[in-house]
């Protein structure tokens, strides 16, 4: 799984795997989220949770500066030692694990409520995770080709959202700035979930062709992030008003409606299956980084194994959820203890990694 020549990515491969992992199915939840406490200025909290991966990118720019070829499953056993620092890994590697299942729970939501009611939750789950597990055992550059074909239906489909302009009304978006600034920071929080990903690039960064590029990644990355996410809450609140939005489950799913085609009857339905492939494409990435940190830790383990290991706990773990509203009362407390030890693990290990010899420093 390891193999650089398997896993070499270029710098717009990159970018599109980072902007896959981070977009998903938090995107379509999102005004939800952040109309509790920031009303119709929810748009302002959510370029501002961008901050999260900002951060989080930046410092690890810094790292890869003077660590090019070394990814933080390396560098956490160089700041820590083997034992704490497998220890830690181990820790990622469940944080992976949780972002894969809630990705698999709420995508086989999406289609126990919109798509396939008809469906069992087992059975959706097996197959998503079957096709997840298959999609991430190509490896790295085979996963950077998909999320480079996804990304493009991504921005077909958050472009046509813009009909949306003829059903809505400005006025949904007004007054401008009635929410405190303490309430629409404090709304960040609930976007915790939606902007996590950005650490497949700690991951993927040794495995980048063109090493001065990776800035260039990271910020695009996270510039493309901030406009999809712009737009998907503006143009809710714009089309739904803020009194509507928490009435729907998905509230950007019914942005689509102002979307009239003469052919089809609903184009919502057609939104919600194209936008269930990029929550596979994100599932699936998730998988990969859950495969690839387990495979570090227990490096003799043949990749088949580690594979059925992943497949399994993700069955059982997305089972738990129950339903959507049980996930997502999960994911409220999670995603904080998710991105609390994300902050903290990159944080420390910046800082140690500032105070040794970089590897282009050392005899």
Known sequence: MNNPSNNSVDSRQLIFLSVGTIVGIGALSLPNDLVKKSGQDAWIAGILGAVFPLYLGTLWLFVAKKYPDKNILDLSKLCFGKILGTFLNFLLFLMFLYRTTSVASGLCNIFLISLASYQTQLKLLIVFLLIGSITAYKDLRILGRLNTLIFFITIILSSIL???????????????????????????????????GIEIIFIASPFLVEKDKLAGCIYKTIFIVIGIYF??????????????????????????????????????????????????KTLSNFYFLSAFTLKDIFKKVNKKIIFIVIFILSLYLSLQYKDEITRRSINSRLAVIDAIFSVAYTTVIAFICHLKKGANDES
Do not use: H
């Not at 009909?163 to 915790?192: D, H, M």
């Not at 003469?262 to 919600?272: G, Q």
């Open 162 to 196: 813009v009909f949306a302009f003829k059903e809505g009304n400005y006025r949904n978006l007004l007054p401008v700035f009635q929410a405190s600034p303490v309430n629409i920071i404090k709304s960040t929080k609930e976007s915790l979930f939606a902007y996590n």
């Open 231 to 280: 737009w998907f809450v503006f143009i809710t609140i714009y089309f739904l008003g803020i009194d509507l939005i928490p009435k729907y489950v998905w509230s950007v799913s019914t942005v689509p409606k102002a979307v009239v085609i003469p052919v089809v009857s609903n184009f919502r339905l057609i939104f919600m299956m194209f936008w269930s492939v990029i929550i596979f």
